[in-house]
């Protein structure tokens, strides 16, 4: 369907009162008309454009589509409320038959101002389903044909992903729960260590716990995508040698291009495309800047995506821009104010890493990459202009998904 979807004017919570049944927030215009971009292309090449989206489906594999608040200070108290607004009309324009929600779990700060606590992801996820109950144009993607369906009748197959598995703790019956209501991919971890195994940002890497493997064996069982983005390189490497499934990392990029520890090695991308597995590249602001070219952008993002199509062939390529509607660089401003001066708890550790991502050396916004309805869209604008075909622009736009997705669910 491309672009033409059937949006019916849904608004999130419309059912409910606001500010009697709500907490009401000032929240943004979805596309900030001042760092809207799309790359200009000739008419003909604009009708390619057109032409890939009505016959290819376009599936991003990680998203925060939720609508900020105005006023980027505000997001705490928005996060203790357990309620964000799904962007189902800004979601209407983006070309996008699936999007793979991370939900806010880790910033679900209901009980905890640590969050991944097991009752705020529980919370977090009844909230959104139910906001997703009420309407017709989002399906509740739970199988690869709810995908197909999407892209043939003109709407949005919605994945709820949790970036973390800490709220499980050491329970691994809370994996078919999850599975139960509705979570179809997981992160292992979120940069910190947990019971499954060691995250990037520690100090030392020990990889894959016992429990992590327990873990892993039995989301193959279920039919969970396992997702390693966030994990330290030797517990990425163990989760690809222990999955009997492809697995997937669904944003990230090439720690060749930009050494920080939130980037993976030439090892870890080749490894994951040896077992049939998939890296999406990722546009969250700096992270996948160059050496070269710190300014993040369209640009730095597509020589991400390249490095990895020559590094280990298209097929094993995708894309998670990792994006939201709202001023991402504000909210690392924010966290980064929180954690110096909220009192949690964090003390910096001599020859400790962390991600690498240095936040006062950001621009304000990332050219192009900049929500979810400029992502995939500037990917084929990119691509259009850049000489590749249909059928490659269409692998990494989503074939090459869907292909592990009908392996793995």
């Not at 059937?6 to 606001?18: E, I, N, R, S, V």
């Not at 009420?134 to 970036?163: P, R, S, Y």
Request: hydrophobic content about 35%; aromatic content about 8%.
């Amino acid at each position: 369907m491309g672009k033409n979807k059937k949006y019916d004017g849904y608004k999130a919570y419309q059912y409910l009162t606001p500010g009697i049944d709500y907490r009401t927030f000032n929240l943004r215009e979805a596309i900030n008309k001042k760092w809207a971009y799309f790359i200009p292309l000739s008419s003909s090449e604009e009708e390619r454009v057109e032409s890939i989206l009505e016959k290819s489906i376009v599936i991003d594999l990680h998203e925060h589509p939720t609508i900020m608040p105005e006023n980027v200070n505000e997001f705490s108290a928005l996060s203790r409320e357990g309620r964000e607004y799904l962007a189902y009309e800004a979601l209407s324009y983006s070309g996008l038959d699936a999007v793979f929600d991370n939900l806010m779990n880790g910033s679900c700060n209901i009980t905890s101002k640590h969050g991944w606590k097991w009752s705020d992801t529980i919370h977090d996820l009844g909230q959104r389903l139910c906001d997703i109950a009420h309407q017709e144009f989002v399906i509740h993607c739970k199988t690869v044909k709810d995908i197909k369906n999407a892209f043939e009748t003109g709407k949005l197959a919605w994945v709820a992903v949790l970036e973390s598995l800490s709220s499980i703790e050491n329970e691994v019956d809370r994996l078919d729960i999850l599975y139960g209501l509705g979570i179809r991919s997981m992160g292992l971890n979120y940069s910190e260590s947990n019971m499954l195994g060691s995250g990037l940002a520690e100090i030392r890497d020990g990889g894959l716990t016992d429990f992590g493997y327990d873990c892993i064996i039995r989301m193959n069982k279920l039919g969970l995508l396992i997702d390693v983005s966030h994990v330290s390189d030797q517990t990425a490497l163990d989760a690809i040698e222990s999955s009997k499934k492809p697995i997937i990392v669904s944003h990230a990029g090439v720690r060749t291009l930009n050494p920080i520890a939130r980037m993976f090695p030439d090892e870890v991308i080749q490894a994951l495309a040896e077992n049939k597995g998939l890296i999406g590249i990722e546009a969250a602001p700096g992270y996948t800047a160059t050496i070269d070219n710190p300014n993040p952008s369209i640009e730095t993002y597509m020589q991400h995506l390249e490095y990895c199509i020559n590094l280990v062939g298209i097929d094993f390529v995708g894309c998670g821009p990792d994006s939201l509607y709202g001023d991402h660089v504000g909210l690392y401003r924010l966290e980064d104010e929180e954690i110096r001066l909220g009192g949690l708890g964090h003390y910096t550790r001599p020859g400790q890493r962390g991600d690498g991502l240095k936040v006062s050396d950001l621009p304000d916004y990332v050219k192009g990459m900049e929500n979810p309805t400029e992502c995939m869209q500037n990917i084929i604008r990119w691509m259009v202009k850049n000489g590749y075909s249909d059928s490659e622009i269409g692998k990494i736009i989503g074939g090459n998904a869907l292909r592990l997705l009908e392996v793995v669910w």
